[in-house]
């Protein structure tokens, strides 16, 4: 009796030998799936690298001081957007027009920026000479606009400060903030956005 419950109780060898397989199988089904989404996940990450999208502020077209529909416009500085626009109404009656190339933008945009910009100039350094890095860059807080075209760059340089708009660096003559009051002077030029 003792003999034949021990037999009943426990497994056959045969049975455990099984029972193991079975269990190495399972670990190595769960490993090899856990493999497969950690590779899977990298491969999504590897086909999808960061671009801009407009909500970052990215713009697919010269945009104008009234497109506040794109957030490159609708998030800039609200004094800045002012100053833009009573000058713009100046311009106007020169026969200049504004064009906004560049705006407001995201932190990571303005990074993906410098990343490009790094692969441009070979070297952070150099690059740094004409894309700010995203937290020293006025872009990220809408404090600073870029303005096209040229005519309307060369009009701005010549009569911003009357609405306090000042060309910053002197190595982008169409990038521009408010650092003056109102009929005051701009600062003197400094050589670039490293500077
Ligand atoms: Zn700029």
């Known amino acids: 009796m003792t003999v034949l419950r021990a037999s009943a109780v426990r497994p056959s060898p045969p049975a455990r030998r099984i029972a193991f397989v079975a269990i190495g199988v399972a670990?190595?089904?769960?490993?090899?799936?856990?493999?497969?989404?950690?590779?899977?996940?990298?491969?999504?990450?590897?086909a999808a690298p960061y671009t801009p999208r407009v909500e970052d502020g990215y713009l697919t077209a010269p945009a104008t001081l009234?497109?506040?529909?794109?957030?490159?416009?609708?998030?800039?500085?609200?004094?800045l957007l002012g100053a833009l626009r009573d000058a713009?109404?100046?311009?106007?009656s020169d026969g200049v027009s504004f064009e906004v190339t560049s705006g407001w933008r995201t932190a990571r945009y303005?990074?993906?920026?410098?990343?490009?910009?790094?692969?441009?100039?070979g070297s952070v350094e150099v690059?740094?000479?004409?894309?700010?890095?995203?937290?020293?860059?006025?872009?990220?807080?809408?404090?600073?606009?870029?303005?096209?075209?040229?005519?309307?760059?060369?009009?701005?340089?010549?009569?911003?400060?009357?609405?306090?708009?000042?060309?910053?660096?002197?190595?982008?003559?169409?990038?521009?903030?408010?650092?003056?009051?109102?009929?005051?002077?701009?600062p003197a030029l400094r050589e670039n956005a490293a500077g």
């Open 88 to 92: 713009a109404a100046a311009a106007s």
């Open 127 to 186: 690059a740094r000479q004409f894309v700010a890095a995203p937290d020293r860059s006025h872009h990220v807080t809408g404090h600073a606009v870029d303005i096209g075209p040229l005519d309307a760059q060369s009009w701005l340089i010549a009569h911003g400060a009357a609405w306090g708009l000042c060309q910053i660096y002197a190595n982008e003559r169409w990038h521009f903030e408010l650092a003056t009051d109102p009929g005051g002077t701009c």
């Open 27 to 46: 670990v190595a089904i769960a490993l090899a799936v856990g493999l497969c989404g950690v590779l899977f996940l990298r491969a999504g990450a590897l």
């Open 66 to 79: 009234d497109d506040t529909d794109l957030p490159a416009i609708a998030n800039l500085d609200a004094a």
């Open 110 to 121: 303005q990074q993906w920026l410098l990343e490009d910009a790094v692969e441009d100039y």
